[in-house]
């Protein structure tokens, strides 16, 4: 009885459909996870991994189709009924209160009081730093969440979730803001809690990750189920890349041959007290260069400090040999300075308004028409644009919000290619986004250098930084210990000025 028992999958979809105005985000989706394992749900934006996901918590409802926990037909009306029925959630997008502790988030709708009905603080905060020591963090369980970091943020949602004592646990983009570091943890609690029986839904685009960290595999496509991977380590990544875009993508770093010119920005001895010190690089005509660092070394600090975003102490900033004021992102749009902000919901992106609205917001003085928009301009200019980055919407007037999180993604990059900028600064461009967009995003970055443009890449991601950047300036504890060019540029050079040696 009891090995008929351990044979029935822990959960199984079975023919989900999922219907939203204008688009089937799900198309009659069936498969099976068995218990204990790291399943990979694979797909590129779109492909209706998260939609699939939120059917299973309780956020959606799905139009026909059922899912089956331990064989036992169910219904999950909300996010509390998911919780009850032990299954965890860690979105790529975090869902966090601001203004509370990081105490508070974790427990939240869970505090632990004493007999009085009181909270217990003394309690909360000793179980909250239990669960930051099981993965490897230091977080102070008083501080707000709103003086965390992005990354800092994520580890509190993989702590809250951990806390819950789920068996059935998704995990859908966890390590797109840790560092290596905090990804080796993370992955150590993984193995950890499978060897507990606990069942991981695993949702990434890094095709290293999939490979180190998963067993099985299913592929989605444009919402329809297109293949089951039944061991991820033996198929190659060329092959799931196919089976995830539906073809062979040619080459994952584009070959670039640009003729790099004089400089067209300078920054010198940039300084913002407590976060950088004496900041000095410059980039050129025709050049890509890359930020590279761990998590928090000073590397967005620099560039929301040049696109005047935050208010700089110290330090001078040139374009074309012309020193200009920075006393707001206005001023640098007007130099022709453009920022695609890590954390693109809340200062990228107006979620409540159009693609449209959203692609020309940096732009608005080109399409007035006296007091009005040139709406057959503007409509024309972001069509090409959404060709340009296939982003994929129904309808150009279509709210934001209710793109998926790469396609959001784009839409922030067609706002700079919009406004016409000269400089382009790009943090973590590729996060959150899947392998065939990251290549067409590579494929930008490449025409907009071929142009004579000058664009500087923050990435997390080593191999990218190495694939893309002709230098390297590396980062730690908010200096910059080593500038690199591309013959020099190692991930072991790297890592050493990271880790701050000289």
Not at 125 to 154: F, I
Request: with cysteine.
């Amino acid at each position: 009885m009891n090995e008929q028992k351990h044979e029935i999958p822990i959960l199984e979809f079975s023919h989900i459909t999922k219907q939203f105005p204008g688009v089937r985000a799900l198309d009659d989706v069936s498969f099976r996870i068995k218990r204990g394992e790291v399943h990979c749900l694979l797909g590129e934006n779109g492909a209706g991994k998260s939609t699939l996901m939120k059917i299973l918590t309780g956020v959606y409802h799905a139009d026909s189709g059922e899912v089956l926990i331990n064989g036992e037909k169910v219904v999950i009306e909300d996010i509390l009924q998911a919780q009850r029925r032990s299954i965890g959630t860690v979105f790529q997008e975090n869902s966090l209160i601001p203004h509370l502790s990081v105490a508070e988030n974790v427990f939240l709708t869970r505090e632990i009081k004493n007999k009085a009905g009181l909270i217990n603080w003394k309690k909360m905060h000793s179980e909250c730093e239990r669960w930051c020591a099981e993965l490897g963090v230091k977080l102070d369980p008083k501080t707000r969440v709103n003086q965390l970091s992005v990354a800092q943020q994520q580890v509190v949602e993989i702590v809250k979730m951990f806390s819950q004592d789920p068996q059935i646990v998704i995990l859908d983009e966890p390590t797109s803001s840790l560092s290596d570091n905090e990804i080796d943890n993370l992955f150590e609690i993984v193995k950890r809690m499978k060897k507990k029986g606990i069942t991981f839904i695993y949702i990434s685009h890094r095709m290293e990750e999939i490979r180190r960290i998963g067993n099985s595999g299913t592929v989605l496509r444009d919402g329809r189920f297109v293949a089951a991977i039944e061991d991820v380590k033996k198929i190659d990544i060329d092959e799931i890349i196919a089976l995830i875009v539906g073809r062979a993508l040619e080459e994952k770093f584009p070959k670039r041959d640009t003729a790099i010119g004089e400089v067209l920005m300078e920054v010198k001895e940039l300084t913002i007290p407590k976060l950088i010190t004496n900041i000095n690089f410059d980039v050129k005509k025709g050049e890509v260069l890359g930020f590279a660092g761990l998590v928090g070394s000073g590397r967005t600090t620099t560039a929301k400090a040049v696109f005047g975003a935050l208010k700089r102490t110290s330090g001078k900033v040139y374009v074309a040999g012309k020193e200009i004021g920075l006393k707001s992102p206005h001023d640098a749009i007007k130099n022709g300075i453009g920022l695609l902000p890590e954390n693109r919901k809340e200062e990228g992106l107006i979620l409540t308004k159009s693609v449209a609205w959203n692609t020309i917001f940096a732009s608005l003085e080109r399409y007035k028409k006296g007091c009005f928009i040139s709406t057959k301009n503007e409509k024309k200019d972001v069509e090409g644009y959404k060709k340009q980055l296939n982003i994929k919407t129904p309808s150009l007037n279509r709210a934001v919000k209710y793109l998926s999180g790469g396609n959001q993604q784009k839409v922030v990059f067609a706002k700079w290619l919009c406004a016409d900028s000269n400089i382009y600064i790009f943090d973590e461009p590729t996060r959150g986004i899947d392998v065939g967009a990251k290549s067409e995003i590579y494929h930008i970055i490449n025409l907009l250098v071929a142009k004579g443009n000058a664009v500087i890449v923050i990435s997390s991601e080593l191999p990218e930084i190495l694939g893309i950047c002709d230098r390297v300036a590396v980062f730690h504890e908010g200096r910059l210990t080593g500038v690199l060019d591309r013959k020099d540029a190692t991930q072991e050079a790297i890592m050493h000025y990271a880790l701050g040696g000289q």
